[in-house]
């Protein structure tokens, strides 16, 4: 049976089909690095396993603030960063790091989308507070007041042309 919230594994040309393990876990985002699964969920912050034969099978749970993480971002030097209502969660070695919100220069805490460019700069749309970059060092964020024709920020791209941001309003 289906539940809300599994995690499916899908081919082309075939039927999507549960994988055994992930039930109930109210996933909204996977990501992978190497042979481990990093799955953002709305209930239990960040799971992650090892995916064989259809078998996802949890290593660990990584508890983030709330334990609501609407999408998660594995990163190119491997760091992985959980959106949430209250921040962004900066995950190291499979271990809880840090915690982004305004204390620390994060213009808006309620996050809906993670992103990395190709230069490897961290973007986060956000829930009214436009885009934020993070470029390793400081976060720069934009708004309205820059330019952009909503602070609700739903989806980012980037691509020869340059930067793509999907918004609602």
Known sequence: SRGLGDVYKRQINTSPEILKGSEGLNANGVDFKGDTCYVSSLNRGVI?????KNIFKIMDTIQVENNVVRMLLVAKNKQIWAAGKTGIAL??????????????????????VVFQ???????????????????????????EREGLPSNL????????EGYWFGTYG
């Open 48 to 52: 992650y396993g090892l995916l064989s």
């Open 91 to 112: 995950i190291k070695n499979d271990k809880f790091n840090n915690l982004y919100n305004h204390n620390n220069g994060l213009e808006n805490e309620n996050i809906r």
């Open 117 to 143: 460019d190709s230069e490897s700069n961290i973007w986060f749309g956000s829930d009214g507070g436009g885009l934020t970059k993070f470029s390793g060092n400081k976060f720069v964020g934009y708004t």
């Open 153 to 160: 920020i739903m989806t980012i791209a980037e691509n020869e």
